[in-house]
């Protein structure tokens, strides 16, 4: 039963899987053999992954009138609401087949979030700090604290993972965006606190960290003009897809791995800040300033 990895023929239930990485991890985890309940604030585009992941279901079959079972399903949710992550847990239960107490959810993939930044501390509205908070960051409070007593009591008898998609943000504290760096900076500490508390339970955590990956954050996110400029050029400029950062997260799971650092960049930064943070604070300031006017 152990030797068996998580995300093979799981029963996942990821959030803001109507796009992007979210979407992404939908789609391996059914190439897995799994079963996933896409969660979306967007019905439509949970639901377009749903399509999405049954015409690849049917590709796959060589057979696209041949009837089969379903791999996937829709789902609205606004993970800034905890009474909405908590009817996703019941509904994901009734589908899989589980209950609150012998939970059939291997796998939680908490990835929803949204961009924001731009605009110096004390110019970013109170407006804005809020909403950033209430998605990136209680969004995976809410996750977590919904999700882990399930998983937590399953562990016992298979082994079972929590994904929490954090960023390079949650401790590069690049300049202009503040709220967002600081619900990265939490998400990752919820990450690291999780994983001590899952230790010896059989429920391996994941925290995901990337620098830019080909999404589309910046579309729905509240950035400046300009930062939203430099984003999308830095994101077609890493040439890096949400598929390959998926596989390597998954993989990373499977084996009890903590951190994932998927991109050169985020790993030096990641060294950088912790041999020389005094150094790196005033480098990060200057590189943000010389990459906006060479973008």
């Known amino acids: 039963m152990f030797g068996k990895k998580i995300t093979k023929g799981a029963n996942a239930v990821v959030t803001g899987a109507g796009s992007g990485i979210g979407r992404a991890f939908a789609l391996e985890i059914v190439r897995r053999g799994g079963r996933v309940v896409c969660a979306d604030i ?40 905890l009474k909405d992550v908590e009817a996703l847990a019941l509904q994901a239960e009734e589908i899989f087949g589980g209950t609150e107490d012998n939970t059939a959810i291997d796998l939680v993939v908490n990835n929803a979030g949204v961009g924001a930044g731009g605009k110096p501390i004390g110019e970013t509205t109170i407006e804005d700090w809020k909403w950033t908070i209430g998605v990136n960051l209680w ?4 996750g977590c604290h919904v999700f882990a007593p399930r998983l937590r009591k399953k562990g016992a008898v298979r ?3 929590i994904i929490n998609v954090a960023s390079t943000a949650s401790f590069a504290a690049a300049p202009l965006m503040s709220a967002y760096n600081v619900t990265k900076a939490g998400a990752l500490a919820l990450t690291e606190t999780l994983a001590s508390e899952m230790a010896g339970t059989g429920v391996n955590v994941t925290a995901l960290c990337p620098t830019f990956v080909k999404t589309n954050i910046t579309k729905d996110g509240r950035i400046d003009p300009a930062s939203n400029q430099l984003a999308n050029k830095l994101m077609e400029w890493t040439g890096v897809s949400a598929d390959g950062v998926v596989k390597e997260t998954l993989n990373a799971l499977d084996k009890g791995q903590l951190y994932v650092l998927p991109q050169l960049d985020a790993r030096m930064i990641w060294r950088m800040k912790r041999l020389m943070p005094r150094s790196y604070t005033r480098g990060a300031g200057l590189l943000a300033r010389v990459a906006a006017k060479a973008f």
């Open 139 to 142: 969004g995976v409070i809410h």
């Open 159 to 161: 082994k079972c993972g």
């Open 42 to 81: 967007s019905l439509e585009r949970a639901q377009e992954t749903v399509e999405m992941i049954m015409d690849q279901v049917a590709g796959k079959l060589k057979n696209p009138d041949l009837v089969f079972v379903a791999q996937a399903w829709a789902v609205k949710c606004d993970v800034s609401k």
